[in-house]
């Protein structure tokens, strides 16, 4: 089945604890992205990947860092999370842009205490 | 720079009655413009995207929308609103760069 998994569903985690949220997909898209949904703000990209090796910011990249040495995984690395952090996450992949249809994986449940 | 604009945080229709969900965009450039539908806990889905050619288009589900680059927007619509789309519903708008940005989401109920 085609499809972007996330892990894990839900952490609660305490401030500066540093964390990784994974992020893999199994239909060999080149383009992939994380999101954080906030109420009232809808979702906003952090960062996204065209490629291997190739990842660029998005609108709210601050206090966030990824990889994609792989094609299939792009976690989502905060090395000092904050309570402002805390959101739920989205990641997405697209077959070839940003312009494309995008498949979104299930969400991450973040709380920062 | 770009973004998108929704101006009805909620909205509540009747079973069969139409539905108009506004955006508006602000881009530059030829805008690549999308609607997503995000049911309660879950992730979204791709309702219908314009790219080019006919500003009216066609999605899933019994929705379409129209581009109006006079007005800067591209509404979505249904005819009938079944009791099953009852969902949040996001416009979007990408970047030749390849960012996106979503606008803040229509929460939409419907009555029975």
């Known amino acids: 089945e085609a499809q972007v998994t996330q892990n894990p569903r839900y952490l609660i985690t305490v401030t500066g604890k540093k964390l990784t949220v994974t992020c893999s997909q199994n239909?060999?898209?080149?383009?992939m992205s994380w999101y954080r949904q906030d109420p009232g703000l809808g979702l906003r990209q952090i960062y996204y990947?065209?490629?291997?090796?190739?990842?660029d910011k998005g609108d709210v990249p601050e206090g966030y860092k990824v990889s994609r040495k792989e094609k299939r995984n792009f976690p989502l690395i905060l090395e000092s999370p904050s309570p402002n952090q805390t959101s739920l996450y989205f990641c997405?992949?697209?077959?070839?842009?940003?312009?494309?249809?995008?498949?979104f994986g299930p969400g991450t449940r973040l709380t920062v205490t | 720079a770009q973004s998108v604009t929704q101006p009805d945080i909620h909205i509540t229709v009747s079973e069969g009655a139409s539905l108009e969900l506004r955006c508006n965009y602000s881009y530059g450039a030829t805008p690549y413009l999308f609607w997503y539908v995000q049911s309660p806990g879950q992730g979204l889905q791709l309702l219908l995207k314009?790219?080019?050619?006919?500003?009216l288009v066609q999605g899933i589900k019994g929705f379409e929308a129209e581009f109006k680059r006079s007005q800067s927007s591209f509404n979505l619509r249904k005819p009938s609103v079944h009791w099953s789309d009852a969902a949040e519903y996001f416009c979007a708008v990408a970047s030749t760069g390849n960012q996106f940005y979503f606008g803040t989401g229509t929460s939409l109920t419907v009555i029975p």
């Open positions: 990947s065209m490629n291997v090796e190739v990842t």
């Open positions: 314009y790219f080019s050619g006919d500003t």
């Open positions: 239909m060999n898209h080149e383009y």
């Open positions: 997405a992949s697209s077959q070839t842009s940003g312009r494309g249809e995008q498949y």
